[in-house]
């Protein structure tokens, strides 16, 4: 795309912008901040992405692993402020589902182990792992205060802390998997996905673009499941005294 | 067992921490319980009654002072152990998810046990419901229905101590008898020793041997009934239980 191309998307902001001007919804500034961020970031992203792609080095990739889990982990556990030690928990979910995710992808052959394959896709698996983190903290703070009550009754007849919660978990993991469980039954009827439409723009056939996807989107079933489990399972202690009293907050 | 008592509150505190402040919920709580008896926990609402429920199954613990369960503090028991031995019946009877039967096998059922040790038909009977409920959905249940079903399934676990906290409250009068009889039998058969919270006087006169009587989160009065409800020494107490009485003969 030429540069003087990338310029002229830029009318769809301004669009958006009179949009919000005349029917005064007042988004004028959060689209300006908004547009400035993504187009920051992005070109930075696609500028370090040249450099890794170039080098063709295991420790810078490593490296933008590493930062990428970071800074995701950060974003997620925002979400969970209020617990203790939240930021390291979600950062071991994160990096976990990254680490199942490449090692499968990888282990078995599906795609080679080059920067051009594995930068994208680690940042598929870790942004979608932070959404499912952020997803889980919030359903579990909701499953918790709702069915406190039967937390109570279920500790007050013998139940360990994990056979208290143990229903509020699953219900937890199951509400924080239903858009990709959504996404899975959807594809391709009602939208293309961001990375085929990529792709196919990009000169990719129809095929080995549906081909990826379906790594993708399998490959991502999989990566929310495993965080929201085991981000749950390194959540719920902190809710309990040891004596497993549940913790009133 | 005979001298020692079986539960024994010593100097007992708790704080309730809320936006206005802490305030204490229960003040300088001494008690005791003998093996096999049946008291009755009357006092107003909001006197700290299912508080001490609460710290006695260890759902929670005091702030300030100890709990004795034959003589050894409750916090150096197995407290999943005392959960069952202590068993709670609680003020809100919140159903599990499940049927009548999953409700009733919940505690049985943690410890590997099921419907081959633990008759739930019979229990079910016991509490003056049908066995053919027991595969009902226990979340369609009605209210009395609920309370009755929470009082099983807290037998369930056989509990040497019964904490019952206003369990009749939305019984009919023939239900509510049958329940007093129940846990009267319990207690003399069986020795259950119980710590019955009721807002109701005449339950606890026609139930219990002794009284303990609270008043913002002070143990205001404790003796034998009827005398302590006749002749209570304690001013608050007196305030509460003329009021009480009044109440009932209005209706
Ligand atoms: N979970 C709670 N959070 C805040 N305050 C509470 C809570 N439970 C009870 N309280 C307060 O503690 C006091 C004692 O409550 P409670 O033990 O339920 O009294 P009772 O059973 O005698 O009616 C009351 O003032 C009540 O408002
Ligand atoms: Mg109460």
């Known amino acids: 795309m030429s540069t003087t191309a990338l310029l002229m998307t830029y009318s769809f902001v301004v669009l958006a912008m009179m949009l919000s001007t005349w029917q005064r919804l007042g988004l004028e500034r959060d689209l300006v901040v908004g547009t400035l961020r993504a187009t920051v970031q992005l070109l930075a992203v696609g500028y370090v992405l040249q450099l890794v792609f170039n080098l063709k080095d295991w420790p810078f990739m490593v490296l933008m692993i590493g930062v990428m889990t970071v800074v995701a982990a950060y974003n997620a556990s925002r979400r969970g402020r209020e617990l203790p030690a939240i930021f390291i928990k979600v950062l071991v979910a994160i990096g976990a589902a990254e680490i199942m995710a490449l090692g499968l992808t990888l282990g078995l052959g599906i795609v080679e182990p080059t920067p051009q394959f594995v930068i994208p896709l680690s940042g598929m698996f870790i942004g979608n792992a932070m959404v499912a983190s952020s997803l889980l903290l919030n359903s579990l703070r909701r499953e918790i205060i709702s069915h406190r009550a039967e937390i109570i009754v279920a500790l007050s007849l013998g139940a360990t802390a994990r056979q208290a919660v143990s229903e509020s978990l699953r219900r937890a993991v199951r509400a924080s998997s239903i858009p990709i469980v959504d996404g899975l039954k959807t594809v391709g009827l009602v939208q293309l996905p961001g990375m085929m439409t990529g792709l196919i723009i990009g000169g990719a056939s129809p095929i080995d673009a549906v081909r990826y996807q379906l790594l993708i989107m399998f490959a991502l079933a999989a990566v929310m499941a495993f965080t929201s489990i085991i981000l749950s399972f390194l959540v719920y202690p902190a809710l309990f005294t040891p004596a497993h009293q549940l913790i009133e907050r | ?251």
């Open chain 2, 1 to 251: 067992m005979s001298g020692k008592p079986l539960i024994e509150l010593i100097d007992v505190w708790k704080y309730r921490h809320l936006e206005s402040g802490t305030v204490p919920t229960l003040q300088q709580i001494s008690a005791s319980v003998e093996n096999g008896s049946l008291i009755t926990l009357v006092g107003p609402s909001g006197a700290g009654k299912s508080t001490l429920l609460w710290l006695l199954n260890r759902l929670e613990d005091p702030d300030r002072g100890e709990i004795r369960l034959r003589g050894r503090s409750i916090k150096e028991i197995d407290v999943l152990g005392l959960r069952r031995e202590v068993g709670l019946v609680l003020q809100q009877p919140v159903m599990l998810p499940g049927t009548v039967k999953d409700n009733i096998l919940y505690g049985p059922r943690l410890k590997g046990a099921g419907e081959r040790e633990v008759d739930a038909a019979q229990l079910l009977s016991d509490v003056g419901l049908s066995p053919s409920l027991l595969d009902r959905d226990a979340g369609k249940l009605s209210g009395g229905q609920r309370q009755r079903v929470a009082l099983a399934r807290t037998l369930a676990n056989r509990p040497r101590v019964l904490l019952l906290d206003e369990v009749t409250s939305s019984l009919d009068p023939q239900s509510t008898a049958r329940i007093e009889n129940l846990i009267i039998r319990l207690n003399r058969e069986k020795n259950i020793t119980v710590l019955w919270v009721t807002h109701n006087l005449k339950q606890a006169l026609r139930v219990g041997r002794e009284a303990w009587i609270l008043v913002d989160g002070k143990l205001v009065e404790a003796g034998t009934l009827p005398g302590v409800f006749l002749h209570p020494q304690n001013a608050l107490a007196g305030a509460y239980i003329s009021g009480k009485l009044e109440g009932v003969e209005e209706h």
